[in-house]
């Protein structure tokens, strides 16, 4: 039976439990992609004989990489390279409008050997500590055969040499990627350094992928009113692990938000300052009253994080970035709050402004890329409170 599709940040607890069932799988990892494709490099699924978990694109591309992972299972072996090639002349409806090239890796992980790294990865990606898989593709490496998988914590000090012989600056650089979350395909060259492959050359003398944890991505809703409840469910919908905050138990509670991993009754700022934002974090106020709203928004800017964002009218939004930079806050700070929030999509009613917001944080994940096409003042006449 297939499931549904994992996040990759779920991937790593789905390996864990299919492991632990004393069930080997195949991972197919995309490890370079040339021209449009239906998934970026780092997108994965595991193959099981019982069918997989999570998603390299679909259509028939991703139908040949499960038939070869499949085969894999029954045949043992080295880890296989496998070239999508989206650029023929394919059924559209198999494959939309990409035309690029997915080149992707398929390796054998096997209960008795690959479990503890299974589990450093997964226990990594549900704390949102930064983490890396590192993978060699080809069996060049004196000592490291191909397929040969090590954990990389940046935390920790590796001695040089003990991993595919790479050498300090090649493990200072892969520190850099790991703690960046950018996947990458390396060459590692005869002194043991690494450089970027623009792609997969079987004949090479070495290469490695570094596969960072994503880490698990947080939505953390401050207010539990009309607007929490969708946003809450769409949150969890799109593979957040979501928290919703307020100071009213008869409005944050297990009834009204049933989709929520965590529920924190307290003050805002207190309950803000008791979680550890980081780069995984989204977290929105969307409270009962613009001195709530600005209550969270200061307790979250003491904390170094991810994404910030507050409903609210043009106006009063101006106003309270300008209360809390005559505090002494950075404005290069306020400048990355996402503020009025939600894209400009005419939202009216309190689910269609989740879908809004929602946009926006899907738009910022996904892209980086930020514009004017937000909600301003509309948002700001939505009646806030249940």
Not at 71 to 84: A, F, K, Y
Not at 205 to 210: H, K, L, M, S, Y
Request: with cysteine; net charge negative.
């Amino acid at each position: 039976m297939v499931s549904a599709m994992a996040e990759s940040n779920e991937i790593w607890a789905e390996a864990v439990r299919t492991l632990e069932s004393d069930r080997p799988f195949a991972l197919a990892t995309v490890i370079n992609v040339r021209g449009s494709t239906p998934r970026e490099i780092g997108a994965k699924m595991i193959v099981r004989t019982d069918g997989q978990a999570g998603t390299i694109g679909g259509g028939c591309g991703e139908a040949e990489v499960f038939r070869k992972a499949r085969l894999m299972l029954h045949e043992g072996g080295g880890p296989r390279l496998v070239e999508v090639d989206l650029t023929g002349d394919f059924e559209q409806d198999q494959i939309g409008t990409c035309g690029g090239i997915m080149e992707v890796l398929i390796s054998l992980w096997s209960p008795v050997q690959d479990l503890a790294v299974a589990h450093r990865l997964a226990d990594a990606a549900a704390q949102s500590r930064p983490a890396a898989l590192l993978t060699q593709v080809d069996g060049a490496a004196r000592g490291y055969p191909a397929g040969a998988k090590s954990f990389i914590d940046p935390a920790e000090r590796i001695a040089s040499g003990t991993i595919a012989g790479l050498n300090a600056a090649a493990l200072e650089q892969i520190r850099r990627l790991t703690l960046d979350a950018k996947p990458e395909l390396l060459e590692v060259d005869a002194a043991g350094s690494v450089s970027p492959a623009k792609r997969i050359n079987v004949t090479a003398a070495n290469q490695i992928f570094v596969d960072p944890v994503t880490g698990a991505q947080r939505l953390i809703i401050a207010g539990a009113g009309h607007i929490a409840q969708p946003l809450a469910t769409l949150g969890a919908m799109l593979g957040f692990r979501v928290t919703v905050i307020d100071d009213r138990a008869s409005f944050a509670n297990r009834e009204r938000f049933p989709d929520a991993d965590e529920i924190i009754v307290k003050p805002f700022a207190a309950a803000v300052d008791s979680l550890k934002l980081d780069r995984h974090s989204y977290l929105i106020a969307v409270t009962r009253g613009h001195a709530f709203d600005e209550e969270t928004l200061r307790a979250a800017l003491r904390q170094p994080g991810g994404f910030i964002g507050m409903i609210g009218s043009r106006r009063r939004v101006k106003a309270t970035l300008a209360r809390i930079e005559r505090d002494g806050v950075d404005p290069r700070l306020l400048e990355e709050v996402h503020a009025p929030i939600g894209l400009d999509i005419g939202a009216d009613t309190p689910e269609e402004i989740a879908v809004a917001i929602m946009a926006e944080i899907i738009r910022e994940r996904r892209t980086g890329r930020r514009d004017e096409l937000n909600l301003g003042s509309k948002s700001g006449r939505l009646r806030r409170t249940a």
